[in-house]
Each structure stands twice: as C-alpha cells, then as structure tokens.
C-alpha cells in the first residue's frame, strides 16, 4: 500500500502540523469571509472541518466539503490565508459532486477488491451520478455483479476510513502506477505538470486524482450501480474499449427510491422506445448510426415545428434562405471551423491532393448565411438583416456517444444570423430572447435556468479575436439578459470559439436538466470575413453578427419534447390529431366524410376502417397517444353528429361537427395565447 506520512490530509500530517505550531507558539490570524457577507478571524491553518464546527454543529455534521476563494477543498486541507469561503453540504451542486466523486473511488476500491488486477480509466462525478472507466481485461460484467459490487460497496462504506490527500512528484507517482501495471494513470500523470499532483487514499485503494473528497466513506450511505456501457479510451475509436460503470448515491434511502422512481419513469418516457411505439423515426445500420430517418408520422411533427417557428419568424423579421449541404474547406478555414472543430467533422472531401483543397460536409451554417450578406454592398438602413434557415448540418460524433435523436450525426439547426449596428445589439439580443421564451412557453417548458458561457481566460489559444471585443460581447449579454429578467448564471470556458453566448437549459417533467436554444453574439467572424456597411457617414462600418436558434439541433429538441410529455404532443403539434373510428364497415362512407369535412377545417385525420373491433380500435388510438377519437355508429350517422372520446379522459359526449372543430380551433388559440404572454409582462 502506498505510504506518504505527512499528507495533508492524513492523520499523522495533521497532527505534526499541529505540534509544529504549538512548538513556535504560532499565533497568526486570518480574515474569513462567510456567503453572508460578515467577516471573521481565526487561527491561520484552521482547517474546513473545524470551521464548520466554530460555525455550526449542525453544518458540521452536514458539510462535504469547502470552497475557498472558488476552489473547493476537502474539509481537512488547512487554510493559510485571507478567503471567502462557503462550506458545501449536499443541498449544493458542488456538494453533490463531491460525494458522487468520493462514491467513484469507493466503487474503484470495490472493483480491485473483488477483480485483482483490474486497471482504472478515469471516474468522475456527472450531472446525476457519477461513472469510472475500468479494464477487466477478458471479463464481461452482468447485472449479478452490480449486485455484487454494491454489496461490497456497502460493507467498505461501514468501515468509514478517511480520504487522505497525497501530494507527490511525477517520479513518485509513475514509479507507482508502473509498478501496478495500470498504463491509463501512467499516460495521464506523463501529461501533468511536476507539483501538480496528488494521490487520494480511502483504505487498501490509492487513486491519481485532483480531488477534492467527502471526509470519509461513512458519509456514503445509499448506492445504486445503474448500467454498463462500453465506451473508448479518452473517446478515441483507435484505443481500447473500456468497461464504464455508472452509478449514484446518496445520504438517504428516501432520496434514493426517489430517484429510481423518476429513472423508471423516464424508461417509460425514453424517445427511443416512443419513438417506435408512436412510428416516428427509425435508424438503419446500412444508412448509419446517428443518420435518423423520419417516418411519416416524425415527418409530419418535424414540419409542423419548423411552420410554427418559421411564420413566427416572419411576422418578427425574418427572411428566409437557403444553403447547399457542403463548402470548400477554404471556406471554413476561414470562419475557423477547420481546424478548430476537425475532430468532430466528417473527412474532407479531397479535390486536389497537391493543394488539399476540397470540400467539407457543412458542420455549421454560418459561413453560408454570411457568404449570402458578403453577396452585395450592405447600408446602414438596412440593418438588422435577420436570415434564417432549417440548415440540414453534419458533425462525426463517435460511435459510442451517439443516443437516439439527442445525439446524432446529421441533424437540422433552426439557425439564423442577425447582422445588426453596433448600437442595435442589446436590442436584437433581447429580442432573440424573447422568442426562445415564447418557443418554450408553446411548448410547455416552463422551467429552465439561464447561463452566459464565456472564454476562459486562462485559456485563451482556444478563442480568435482580441481581448476588448470580447470584453465588449460579454457585457452586451450581461445587461440584454438582466433586462429581460433572467436571472443568469455565468459559466468560464463555455463560449464558442468565436464568441461568449447564452444558452437555456430547460428542465422537463422529471426535472432533468436539458440543453436546447442557444444565442451567441460574434464580433470575430465579420472580422474575418471582412464584412462591412455603409455608415450615415458614408463610410465602412463593421457589422455585429448574433447567432441564435431556439430550438438548438430540431433532432435533440423533438427527442427532449418527446420525453417531456411522454409523447402526449399538444392539439397544435400532434402528427394526427383526430382518428375518426367507424363500429362497422357499413358506417365507412359516413367516417370518410367526416374525415373530410375535418381536413378541410385544416386538422391531420386518420379514418380507422379496418375490420376489427371499436374496442381494438381504441386501445391503438390510446397508445398511439392520439388527441381525439370520434367514435361513428348508425346513431351518429342519422344524427348528423360524432362521439367525442379524449385521449386519457375518455368519453365526451355527442356533438355536432361544426361544434367540435369549433371547440378544436379554440383549443388551439388558447395553447397559441398561453405562449405570447410574456412570463416578464
């Protein structure tokens, strides 16, 4: 076992520490700031745990962790200095994060106690849960492992043996993860930087990792180890595949049956399977993996997003255009999505080897809209151009990372790009916002947070365009969102290339949290594309360019809306809205006329004529989660009249045609209302 008597996190190094400043009668103070604003002073090296407990014994017990000028920290590292520090318990992201990190590493200790020899990858905690990269070499794992697993889990748990941070050289920490036989650490520590690296301990079990931990394995309570999945080293298809376990847990059982409650029902909500249930879309191996195919039912659905969005376009501004499927590569090496993304494009398509000039399969559509800007001279006056397109894009995910609609290959962007006066910027941005707000409200995303993504800054290779342009956009999404009345969070490293941006993550019914429409403000690629107007001037002038499409990629929208209501789509969106369902062949002539007279009222109708049962034919408008049913017998024919039946609700009573398209057209307009009024009116 790998022995360092003095970690930082060790009990002997605490303890020495402790003797240490005894010993010179230390008595220097430092300067805590609490989230509330006051201001404390305690003995400098007081460490997490013992704050927490000079605060609050019931934080104490409940603390995980510590942020400490914005790093977070294990409980038992000393702090040195002056700090603003917020102590994390589970009720923080951070905190959560934490103990799903520290139930990795239990889980790893598990894996080598019950399958020597096994080699780690990497295992970090995820948005729910967390996951680790291991090789069992020939071994393939089951369900009954899990199981297994788990219990060992538990039992390493009950033990409640601390996590102690290691500091070690390069040279240490290779000799050790050689000597072990584990070349997945050893490739990982060979990138770090000498004095940046640590160890964790828990136990029999040492790890490479940056940390930080709960304080033991007793905090880990209640485990549950979720599936199996296959996934490539570091995402590379050319290295070995890995085993990766994924797995949750959490302080209480409660939480726990919670939690599989909503991941059972998301099964049951899974686009995939509603996918095929309600035939909507399908994939094919010899077409490709990630390259959906629409079926009819789908199709309809798709078409009918993109003229709910495309007429709202309109009536703001909006004017269509349309782009061809590929580009020269010079084309996007100028925009600088080749090589910036190159990775994650599909090969170019070689015209002359000698020059490796070529064509790319479009990965995004912007070049194209600003090629169509570039097309004649611009005048200030007209200004905002809004150009808008369903731009059919093409991005090579790997094989192991495409699901379902959420990930593909090819797939649409309701995109379009707005070049506007440096003057008409917050204006445009605020507007933009409105109209993703109005999409979500239409479609029943009622919740969602958003986050301004900008540059990090200690990062900066990863980003074109000079420092006060940059500055520039990031303030001009800070005030446009303030004054709509978000309450945005801000995340470093998150912006594109070109620009910092604001994204919406919608959360669903099941309160997953969910990517979708995205707006970005871009100052560079005019810049490098020397676009320009003509000013009041008379004079060239460098327009703003603002990316934006509220549904993001339409292929993960639909996948995510899928999910949401659990393929139950609103009146206005559902691919049939109305099966017309005869009790008997005789009463055919009569549905068909119904139908009819239902199409031309402008409502998607599928008559039912099959010889089978009126109860048959139910149960399959039920599961194919069709709006409404119009049950026609002899009664109804003679009548004049139609059965209405609800899907979830059933019967409604009888009604006159006219009067049901009426109550339909009402249902609609009031969906339609419910979306224009604004959450911030």
């Known amino acids: 076992m790998w022995e360092h008597p003095y970690a930082i996190g060790g009990r002997k190094g605490r303890a020495n520490q402790k003797k240490m400043m005894a010993g010179n009668g230390q008595t220097d103070v430092i300067r805590i700031t609490l989230p509330d604003g006051s201001e404390r002073t305690f003995p400098k090296g007081i460490t997490g745990r013992e704050l927490a407990e000079q605060l609050s014994p019931r934080l104490a017990r409940e603390a995980l962790a510590i942020e400490v000028n914005g790093e977070v920290r294990d409980l038992s590292r000393p702090i040195e200095e002056d700090a603003r520090v917020r102590l994390l318990t589970w009720k923080d992201p951070e905190g959560k994060a934490v103990y799903w990190h520290s139930t990795a590493h239990l889980m790893a200790e598990a894996l080598e106690a019950l399958y020597p020899g096994v080699k780690f990858g990497i295992g970090p905690p995820i948005e729910q849960g967390f996951y680790y990269d291991v090789d069992l070499g020939d071994r393939k794992l089951s369900a009954e492992d899990l199981a297994r697993i788990e219990e060992k889990m538990r039992e390493l748990a009950r033990r409640d043996v ?61 485990v549950k180890l979720l599936n199996i999945a296959g996934a490539y080293w570091r995402g590379d298809e050319r290295r070995p595949q890995l085993t990766r376990i994924y797995g949750i847990s959490f302080p209480k059982k409660k939480e726990l049956d919670e939690y599989l409650h909503r991941l059972e029902e998301a099964r049951k909500r899974d686009h995939r399977k509603l996918g095929r249930e309600l035939e909507l879309f399908t994939f094919s191996q010899k077409v490709g993996p990630g390259l959906p195919l629409w079926l009819p039912r789908g199709a309809t659905l798709r078409e009918t997003l993109i003229t709910f969005l495309r007429e709202e376009q309109i ?134 947070e958003a986050q301004i993504s900008l540059r990090d800054p200690n990062n900066r290779e990863k980003y074109v365009g000079d420092d006060a342009l940059w500055e520039q956009a990031e303030q001009a999404i800070r005030e446009a969102a303030a004054e709509m009345g978000l309450q945005a ?27 979708l429409g995205t707006v970005q403000l871009d100052y560079v690629l005019p810049e490098r594309f020397d676009l320009y107007y003509i000013g009041a001037d008379n004079q060239k002038h460098r327009p703003v360019m603002i990316h934006r499409a509220p549904f993001g990629s339409l292929e993960r929208f639909i996948g995510v809306l899928i999910e949401h209501c659990a393929g139950n789509f609103p009146l206005w969106l559902a691919p049939v809205q109305i099966a017309v369902l005869p009790l008997s062949d005789e009463l055919n002539d009569y549905a068909e006329a119904v139908g009819q007279r239902l199409r031309e009222a402008g409502f998607r109708v599928e008559v039912d004529t099959r010889t089978e049962t009126i109860g048959y034919k139910i149960r399959q408008a039920e599961v194919q989660k069709i709006p409404y049913m119009l049950i026609v017998g002899r009664r109804e024919r003679e009548a004049g009249t139609v059965a209405v039946r609800k899907h979830g609700e059933g019967d409604l009573g009888a009604s006159t045609l006219e009067d049901f398209i009426k109550h339909l057209h009402g249902e609609i307009e009031a969906a339609m209302q419910r979306a224009t009024v604004s959450e911030n009116a």
């Open 489 to 515: 969070t801000e995340e470093i490293g998150e912006a594109a290339f070109y620009g910092p941006k604001l994204d919406f993550m919608v959360r669903d019914a099941l309160g997953r949290r969910w990517q």
């Open 315 to 448: 009536r703001r501004g909006y004017q269509p255009v349309v782009t061809p499927h590929i580009g020269r590569l010079e084309l996007y090496r100028t925009s600088g999505h080749y090589p910036y993304y190159k990775d994650s494009q599909f090969p170019p398509m070689i015209e002359d080897p000698e020059t490796g000039e070529g064509y790319l399969l479009k990965p995004m559509n912007c070049p194209h809209h600003i090629m169509i800007y570039a097309d004649r001279p611009r005048s200030y006056r007209e200004l905002p151009l809004r150009l808008a397109e369903f731009g059919q894009v093409y991005r090579y995910e790997q094989t192991g990372e495409l699901s379902g609609l959420t990930r593909v290959r090819g797939f649409t962007i309701d995109d379009a790009h707005i070049f506007c006066r440096p003057d008409q910027v917050k204006e445009e941005f605020k507007n933009v916002i409105d109209l993703t707000l109005y999409v979500f409200r239409a479609l029943g995303f009622d919740e969602f």
């Open 162 to 222: 601390p996590y102690e941070r290691i500091p070690v050289s390069k040279e240490e920490a290779l000799a050790y993860f050689r000597k072990k036989g584990d070349p997945y650490k050893v490739e990982l520590i060979e990138e770090l930087e000498d004095g940046t690296i640590t160890f964790y301990r828990q136990g029999n079990f040492t790890d490479l990792c940056r940390g930080p931990h709960v304080p033991s394995t007793g905090y880990i309570k209640h």
